[in-house]
C-alpha cells in the first residue's frame, strides 16, 4: 500500500454550544474544505453537571446528517415526528435530517461523566432535501476487532473483513474508533479518493496529541503509531462532495437562496412539512 501523509493539524477549541453546553469544536470554512465530505466535529466531555446538563433543546436541521456518539453517560433525543430514544454508552445515533427535522437532545443525568462526539456529515445536491431518517445502533451491534497492540470499534465502512453496521449512502463514509497500547501501530486501508482525518482524544499518536485533527493526503492506506504511551482516536474518510457550501447555523445548503428559504420555511411552520 501507498502511505499517506500527515499534511496539516487542526486543534479542538474551547466552545459552548445549545443551552450552555461546554464543547471542544473544530469547525468553521476552512475546517469544512479540509474535512469534506465531514463539516463540523465535537466533543463533549465533562463530569461536571453544569458543563452540560442544559443540553440541547429543540432546534431544526435541514441539508446533512447528524452522528452522535456516546462513549460515557447517555443523551434523549426527541424529534417533531414524535421519535423517542435515549443513545447509552457505546451506541451510536446516524440522524439523516434531509429537507427537515426539529428535535432536541438532553442529557439523561445531572452529574457524572459525559463523553461523547457529534460529527457533522454533508449531503449531495440530490440528497438535501429527502425525507428525514434514523439508523439507532446498540453497542452489541458494532463489531470490536482486537489488534495486535489495540482494537478498534468499526462504526461504518470496512476493516480486517469486517463491515460496520451503519450504511452511510452515497458518501460512503467510514467511522472507526481506534485504541492502540504504547509502542503500537497499525496500518488502515483507505479508499486513495478518500478524504481522512484522525482525532485523537486519549494519549498521543507519534504525530498528533490529544485534541489534535490531522488530515491525511496521497495514498491509500494510513499508519497510526503510538510511542511511549497509549492513544485513542476517531478515523473518519469519505467521498468529498465536489459542490459549494452555504452554511448558516443549523442549515447547510448548496446556495446562499436555499439557505434563505430554509429560514423562511421554519418560520412559517414549512421546514418539516
Do not use: C
Amino acid at each position: 500500500m501507498n502511505t499517506r501523509k500527515l499534511v496539516q493539524v487542526l486543534d479542538a477549541r474551547p466552545s459552548s454550544d445549545g443551552d450552555g453546553v461546554k464543547i471542544r469544536r473544530i469547525a468553521g470554512q476552512q475546517a469544512m474544505r479540509i474535512m469534506n465530505p465531514f463539516l463540523l466535529l465535537d466533543e463533549i466531555r465533562s463530569e461536571e453537571g453544569a458543563d452540560y446538563v442544559g443540553g440541547f433543546p429543540s432546534h431544526p436541521h435541514r441539508g446533512f446528517e447528524t452522528i452522535t456518539y456516546m462513549l460515557e453517560g447517555a443523551m434523549r433525543h426527541r424529534d417533531h415526528m414524535g421519535n423517542e430514544g435515549v443513545i447509552a454508552s457505546g451506541d451510536v445515533q446516524w440522524m439523516t435530517a434531509g429537507r427537515g427535522v426539529i428535535h432536541s437532545e438532553m442529557p439523561e443525568q445531572e452529574d457524572g461523566l459525559l463523553h461523547g462526539f457529534q460529527l457533522w456529515l454533508n449531503l449531495p445536491a440530490a440528497r438535501k432535501m429527502e425525507p428525514a431518517a434514523y439508523q439507532e445502533i446498540s453497542r452489541e451491534q458494532i463489531p470490536l476487532i482486537p489488534l495486535d497492540g489495540g482494537s478498534l470499534r468499526l462504526i461504518a465502512g470496512n476493516f480486517g473483513g469486517s463491515t460496520g453496521p451503519v450504511d452511510s449512502g452515497s458518501t460512503e463514509a467510514s467511522y472507526m474508533d481506534l485504541s492502540l497500547q504504547a509502542n503500537a501501530s497499525v496500518e488502515i486501508p483507505v479508499n486513495s479518493e478518500h478524504n481522512a482525518i484522525v482525532l485523537v482524544f486519549e494519549g498521543a499518536t507519534r504525530e498528533l496529541g490529544a485534541g489534535q485533527m490531522g488530515v491525511y493526503r496521497g495514498g491509500d492506506s494510513i499508519v497510526l503509531a503510538t510511542a511511549g504511551q497509549a492513544a485513542r482516536m476517531l478515523v473518519l474518510a469519505g467521498a468529498p462532495i465536489d459542490e459549494p457550501i452555504a452554511h448558516y447555523g443549523p442549515f447547510v445548503m448548496n446556495t446562499s437562496e436555499e439557505i434563505e428559504q430554509a429560514i423562511r420555511d421554519y418560520n412559517e411552520g414549512r421546514l418539516v412539512a
